[in-house]
């Protein structure tokens, strides 16, 4: 599985932004599917996971009510919407495939993609 990631930019506080992960593979269907972040100086932090069916979604808790996930198995599509950005979301944005433990684990996924930058200006 290659996975694509797009759709960063910069934004105000408040703003919202749109992340996108095209996969290619067959299998795509069969993964379940992350986002990740990683600010300049820590260490990359889960986001959002969605399971292969789409039915199961999980958050990080700085990120619940405010970002939402969601596939679409027909076009191989990953979607992160950012709602209500706030500075410390600032980060280059990751989407993951494949799940071999903990959905919120960065070593239970066996893919990745090259990043995405989100700057949110205060």
């Known amino acids: 599985v290659q996975l694509q990631a797009s759709g960063g930019g910069s934004v105000q506080a408040g703003g919202s932004l749109r992340l996108s992960c095209a996969a290619s593979g067959r299998t795509f269907s069969m993964y379940h599917m992350g986002w990740f972040r990683q600010a300049p100086g820590k260490e990359r932090e889960f986001v959002a996971a969605?399971?292969?069916?789409?039915?199961?979604?999980y958050y990080a808790d700085s990120v619940k009510g405010r970002f939402t996930i969601s596939r679409d198995s027909a076009k191989n599509t990953v979607t992160l919407q950012m709602n209500s950005l706030k500075p410390e979301d600032t980060a280059v944005y990751y989407c993951?495939?494949?799940?071999?433990?903990?959905?919120?684990?960065?070593?239970?996924?066996?893919?990745w993609g090259q990043g995405t930058q989100v700057t949110v200006s205060s």
């Open positions: 993951a495939a494949d799940l071999a433990g903990r959905y919120s684990a960065v070593g239970s996924y066996g893919y």
């Open positions: 969605i399971s292969w069916s789409g039915d199961n979604t």
